[in-house]
């Protein structure tokens, strides 16, 4: 099995950073993409950001430029680096991964906790 574990969500003032972080364990022979997304309340879980393996990625146009993802090959590690936090920023934050089992090679996708992310003042 793989287990997501995130951390570094919280509450921070509009203008502000928070730094999150998805580490994936288990059987694990390799990630392809990973991303972030995240659900407000009332709405739809949408897609934030998204990096493939070799270190192309992907923004949603709301966070164009404020937000930055990154990722740690050797650790099975995603980073989400959110800059000039807004109200509308407020959601639970998912990260997923697509992995390839050790052994088996089945490819199936993984999903964090979510951590929630607060932006007000």
């Known amino acids: 099995q793989v287990q997501l574990v995130e951390s570094g969500g919280g509450l921070v003032q509009p203008g502000g950073s928070l730094r999150l972080s998805c580490a994936a364990s288990?059987?694990?022979?390799?990630?392809?993409?990973m991303g972030w997304y995240r659900q407000a309340p009332g709405k739809q879980r949408e897609m934030v950001a998204q990096i493939s393996f070799g270190g192309s990625d992907d923004y949603a146009d709301s966070v164009k430029g404020r937000f930055t993802i990154s990722r740690d090959n050797a650790n099975n590690t995603v980073y989400l680096q959110m800059n000039g936090l807004k109200p509308e920023d407020t959601a639970v934050y998912y990260c997923y991964m697509d992995v390839i089992r050790r052994y088996s090679y089945r490819q199936s996708d993984f999903w964090g906790q979510g951590t929630q992310v607060t932006v007000s003042s």
């Open positions: 288990g059987s694990i022979s390799r990630i392809n993409a």
